[in-house]
């Protein structure tokens, strides 16, 4: 049993989470999608990104999501400033879906992440060949 470890607990606590840019925007591809997925390390398709995260219990989902949309935010507009006056500076829409990744494996959800970031790209070379 892969088992993480505080002082006193033991945990196993997988999340897959999925978030989208402000207003779905189809915004990450080229060097922005290649610096999400520097800075976020999931599947990033056109408008959203797949994550797969172990949190421990001592801090909630919520914590963690404010965190990582708050910096990567940052991060991405000193890299790409002209994003910056876009969307009243939020990169990020507000809310997100999350899920506890029970019984399946860590390996399943990683298929299934890899899955939307094949079908992603095909999308990506079918809107450039138009």
Request: hydrophobic content about 35%; glycine content about 4%.
């Amino acid at each position: 049993m892969d088992n993480k470890s505080l002082s006193h607990t033991r945990w196993k606590c997988q999340y897959h989470i999925v978030f989208i840019p402000k207003y779905r925007k189809k915004v990450l591809y080229g060097k922005v999608r290649e610096d999400v997925r520097e800075i976020i390390a999931g599947a990033v398709c056109i408008d959203h990104v797949h994550l797969s995260v172990a949190i421990p219990p001592k801090f909630s989902v919520s914590d963690f999501m404010g965190y990582l949309k708050g910096k990567s935010t940052l991060m991405l507009y000193d890299r790409h400033p002209e994003l910056q006056s876009k969307w009243d500076k939020a990169f990020w829409a507000r809310g997100y879906y999350v899920e506890t990744i029970g019984n399946i494996t860590d390996a399943a959800v990683q298929k299934y992440i890899n899955e939307q970031a094949e079908e992603s790209r095909r999308e990506d070379s079918s809107s450039t060949a138009l």
